[in-house]
């Protein structure tokens, strides 16, 4: 039997690339937005979603 890879949801890719972004840019959300290609509000309301604080990457 064929052993099946964990599979990494969009959610959590999306998780990792905004925590990664927080600390390229040293938590800066406008920043960080600008690196994602999305707006301040969205990041702040994918922050919330996936309980990421800004200080703590």
């Not at 927080?22 to 979603?49: D, M, W």
């Amino acid at each position: 039997a064929m052993l099946e890879a964990p599979v990494c949801t969009f959610e959590d890719a999306e998780r990792q690339a905004i925590r990664n972004a927080l600390a390229a840019e040293s938590g800066n959300l406008s920043k960080v937005a600008h690196r994602l290609g999305i707006s301040r509000p969205t990041l702040y309301r994918k922050l919330e979603q996936y309980g990421i604080r800004r200080g703590f990457v």
